[in-house]
């Protein structure tokens, strides 16, 4: 993806198409993760393209691997999504992401009744998410973190820690077994 990136930043649109093509499956996920709403999705994704065309060259790889920033640059535009903007007539959560991180279960004003549920049941769902996570052996948590948040593929897991491929993929694979079950309540 490195050269697909460098191709896009000096104008090359099958470059471009490619890395789309290579990567949109996994970018929408993540914004549907955040959105929850596929339209909604779907606009991020396209979006979140428009700005890595015009800033591809900013990608620099000594900072991360190319779908680091690319999820980085989707999970920024969802974040910039749900804010409440007068600037478009989208509607839109009003949901500050601050407001989730301070006080997950106090009251907003910008809420009506059921999604301050809704927002409750996210933020306590988070809350459970993050004490199992916390709970696993620290190479299993710090796998499943860097595959599944920051999307990094097994290969670039391994090299990223020094370790054989197959035994990251076994830290992740008992990682996700133990997160399973403290999910569902049998630690």
């Known amino acids: 993806m490195d050269q697909l990136l460098a191709a896009s930043a000096r104008g090359d649109e099958l470059a471009f198409h490619r890395l789309y093509r290579a990567s949109a499956d996994t970018l929408f996920g993540v914004a549907l993760r955040i959105l929850r709403r596929s339209d909604w999705a779907e606009e991020v994704l396209q979006e979140s393209f428009v700005s890595v065309w015009r800033h591809a060259a900013r ?4 900072k ?7 999820i980085r640059i989707v999970r920024n535009q969802a974040f910039d999504w749900i804010h409440p903007s007068s600037a478009d007539g989208r509607e839109r959560l009003n949901v500050s992401v601050d407001w989730l991180d301070d006080d997950p279960l106090g009251d907003h004003p910008a809420l009506s009744d059921a999604r301050q549920v809704d927002a409750t049941e996210y933020a306590q769902r988070a809350c459970r998410i993050a004490a199992c996570l916390s709970a696993l052996d620290a190479r299993q948590r710090q796998g499943i973190v860097l595959v599944f948040f920051h999307g990094l593929s097994h290969g670039e897991l391994a090299r990223h820690l020094h370790q054989p491929l197959g035994t990251v993929k076994a830290w992740v694979r008992r990682g996700l077994k133990s997160l399973r079950a403290c999910l569902a309540g049998g630690h």
């Open 59 to 62: 990608y620099d790889r000594n």
């Open 64 to 70: 991360g691997a190319p779908m680091t920033w690319l």
